[in-house]
């Protein structure tokens, strides 16, 4: 599974505390558990592995069984950054009673931003400079990735200091998203917080094409917090002598845990196609690796309604973590409080082409609306039911209960949604001025050849309107130019189409 969805984090957040020793009756038990392995490899290779995919139904909105979800690949859907939690030293975490021994945070939340990728438009003081810089580290970090650690510990030559920042330089870039808008990344930055920053080759920020991007992953938007992720976001770029023109929210995932619910519940809800949703692709998941860092029991651990740009993700947050002290500290000391006997998580991971038919452009924008659009997703696009879904009167059949109590606790960390606007925005801006200057230039020609006089600027814009008023006759150009958005496929959206 992406790892995304095994990401959390808090929407305000300070430190996190420091880890206890483990107990003298603890080490009497035997080694603590081994810290996962890096690369989202299983120290504890299964029996076996397999993937339930439930079966087929109508597809329709009074629900029914589950569709397959073919090709609906989470890995297929990671880029070459690799979604996968950043690697932290967790320390021990388990007391006298194998539970791990966390002071809670005072201000435990029920949920928040899960992930977060932002695009930039920056502007660079000495982008040369920079560049110089960064590829002194990065030729750095290859050569200490080929180094023999027994020869002793390679200089830090890969790594940024830039005021009260460090930020460490990968050994190569990559590439950001897929297909043909594909963009080149030459230059990958992580930061001392766990944000990475990936930067292009250029230091124009005009047109549609940023040149930077930013991104959190579960651990540091739960140890930092939502906002002062974002703030440090823009505190990194600023010390990297840019200053930013505009940005764009690419993608956020929103998540609630329900500590004391667990799997069966929904996932029964789930297998018998007891909701109400035009989503088709779905996924079981069942008796395999469901993420990087543990194995399932032989049991359901979640399932998946939905694909990109808009997927809900249900989840045992509990056996998901079994093998991630780290993670399964952060869980305690800010949502769960203490270790609980049961807890799932529900993700609603949005990408930036579903985020724009909200009316989202900007974080900003996100936090304005976010409470809005989980209560509408949650209700309009997708509810699980109590029971069989009345597919006359689909509206009559009620919510599962723990689906309402998902619902409560969004609006725990959201708020109350208070007349958000949630239109679309318009359609992305073509630059169209190349177009017109060929058609000035088709004018200019027309008027040397015939031999026109053209006295001023005033005089031309006469001319050019007389002559396209004379091509255009008695033809309705309203009709013409809605009837070409229709074949073109780019008429206005009234409504959201899931």
Request: glycine content about 8%; proline content about 6%; aromatic content about 6%.
């Amino acid at each position: 599974m992406n790892s995304s969805n095994q990401s959390e984090h808090d929407s305000q957040g300070s430190p996190t505390p420091a880890p206890r020793r483990r107990s003298q009756a603890a080490a009497e038990r035997g080694p603590a558990q081994p810290a996962p392995v890096s690369g989202g490899q299983n120290p504890h290779p299964p029996q076996e592995h397999r993937e339930e995919v439930v079966g087929r139904g109508s597809g329709g909105t009074a629900g029914g069984p589950p569709v397959p979800a073919e090709g609906d690949n989470t890995a297929a859907q990671q880029s070459y950054l690799s979604d996968a939690d950043l690697s932290f030293d967790p320390g021990e975490w388990e007391d006298s009673q194998g539970a791990a021994s966390i002071t809670p945070w005072q201000n435990l939340t029920t949920g928040g931003e899960d992930y977060l990728t932002v695009s930039f438009w920056v502007e660079y003081e000495d982008f040369d400079a920079l560049k110089k810089q960064l590829e002194i580290a990065q030729a750095s970090a290859r050569s200490r990735e080929r180094s023999d650690p027994k020869r002793g510990t390679p200089p830090n030559n890969d790594v940024l200091h830039l005021g009260d920042h460090r930020l460490v330089v990968a050994p190569q870039g990559g590439r950001l998203g897929g297909g043909n808008r594909a963009l080149a990344i030459k230059w990958k930055l992580q930061s001392g917080q766990g944000i990475e920053l990936l930067l292009r080759d250029s230091d124009k920020c005009e047109g549609h094409t940023p040149n930077a991007t930013a991104q959190a992953t579960s651990a540091t938007l739960m140890r930092l917090g939502f906002l002062d992720t974002w703030r440090e976001m823009q505190a990194l770029f600023e010390a990297l002598g840019s200053k930013i023109h505009r940005h764009a929210l690419s993608r956020v995932d929103a998540a609630v845990d329900l500590p004391g619910v667990a799997i069966d519940s929904l996932y029964h809800a789930f297998k018998e196609g007891h909701m109400v949703t035009r989503a088709k692709h779905r996924q079981a998941y069942h008796d395999l690796r469901f993420a990087s860092e543990h194995l399932a029991a032989r049991k359901p651990t979640g399932f998946a309604i939905g694909k990109s740009p808009l997927r809900l993700v249900v989840y045992d947050k509990l056996e998901e973590t079994s093998h991630n002290p780290y993670k399964r500290g952060l869980l305690i000391s800010r949502r769960w409080g203490k270790l609980p006997e049961a807890a799932i998580r529900i993700e609603i991971q949005l990408r930036r082409a579903k985020l724009t038919q909200f009316g989202v452009d900007t974080v900003d924008d996100w936090i304005s609306k976010r409470s809005a659009i989980i209560s509408k997703l949650t209700q309009d696009w997708l509810r699980l039911t109590d029971g069989p879904v009345n597919r006359k009167h689909p509206k009559s059949t009620p919510n599962h209960t723990d689906w309402e109590l998902m619902r409560e606790r969004f609006k725990d960390w959201t708020g109350l949604s208070v007349g958000a606007d949630l239109t679309a925005l318009p359609k992305g801006h073509i630059d169209s001025s190349k177009q017109i200057a060929q058609v000035v230039g088709i004018f200019i020609g027309m008027y040397a050849r015939i031999s026109k006089v053209i006295e001023d600027n005033e005089q031309f814009f006469r001319e050019v309107l007389a002559d396209l008023q004379g091509g255009v006759g008695k033809r309705n150009m309203a009709i013409e130019v809605d009837r070409k958005a229709l074949e073109l496929g780019v008429e206005p959206s009234t409504a959201i189409d899931y």
